[in-house]
């Protein structure tokens, strides 16, 4: 299978002799994961906040290649040559492809490591035009998408569901932002998130979630009956409403 060109995606190439150091000690998820494979991990402001998710994969001649959304690319660059000061660490866009797909994978293609339902994605030459419906798969598993679900300098990543994505790792050591993120999981019961809904009748993306006359939340991403809302999870009763639809929550 040839797979389908993301045409949202760039991949930066990050070499020298310091580059898993220089990496481990910014991004949310424990580099040395890339032993066993890609790895999906966030940079963050020092106050926990979000400002890009990534995956990160071995290339070749160890290279480090992180695939990142086109909008985000060039402040990612920007931030990490900030960090870098003395680090033996260089950072370049590459010209790679990104295909995805489902089913079974073309020889060099690796498993998305966010979720199974994800697929596959390779890079390389481009491939063919869009086949699947991703917001479809992303809505079902309420998995966020950069700058849709994902807001920098806004959302907070367990709040993002990224500890059920496998993009951060509460054993790693610092990292930027790591004080927040930890103090939420452990200190905190976690009452916002994402979560797929039902909808009946019409609501546009960014419409408020109200209960009972009260704003509980907001939708993101639809696809036929079905979005992604951001709720506040202590306030969200078994019937809600956007818009001119009637929401309840999906178990």
Do not use: S
């Given at each position: 299978m040839t797979g389908e060109t993301d045409p949202n995606r760039v991949v930066l190439a990050i070499t020298g002799p310091?580059?898993?150091?220089?990496?481990?000690?910014?991004?949310t998820n424990d580099?040395?994961?890339?032993?066993?494979?890609?790895?999906?991990a966030a940079i963050l402001t020092p106050q926990g906040k979000y400002l890009a998710d990534f995956l990160l994969l071995p290339g070749p001649e160890g290279t480090i290649w992180l695939d990142v959304a086109a909008g985000l690319a060039d402040d990612l660059m920007r931030r990490l040559s900030m960090y870098r000061l003395r680090a033996r660490v260089?950072?370049?866009r590459t010209d790679l492809a990104v295909t995805r797909g489902l089913g079974d994978p073309p020889p060099g293609a690796v498993a998305?490591?966010?979720?199974?339902?994800?697929?596959?994605?390779?890079y390389g030459a481009p491939g063919g035009p869009p086949v699947v419906d991703w917001d479809a798969i992303r809505v079902a598993h309420a998995i966020p998408e950069s700058l849709v679900e994902l807001v920098p300098n806004d959302t907070y990543i367990l709040e993002a569901g990224f500890e059920r994505l496998n993009g951060v790792d509460f054993r790693k050591g610092c990292y930027v932002g790591q004080e927040v993120t930890a103090r939420m999981k452990h200190k905190t019961e976690l009452r916002k998130g994402f979560a797929t809904v039902l909808l009946a009748g019409e609501a546009a993306p960014g419409a408020p979630v109200t209960a009972e006359g009260r704003e509980v939340g907001r939708l993101f991403t639809r696809s036929g009956d079905r979005a992604?809302?951001?709720?506040?999870?202590?306030r969200a009763k078994p019937e809600m409403r956007?818009?001119?639809?009637l929401v309840r929550l999906i178990d």
């Open positions: 310091d580059r898993e150091t220089f990496l481990q000690g910014l991004v580099i040395r994961k890339l032993a066993q494979g890609p790895v999906y260089e950072i370049a998305d490591p966010r979720h199974p339902a994800l697929g596959w994605r390779a992604i809302a951001w709720l506040r999870l202590d956007a818009g001119h639809a």
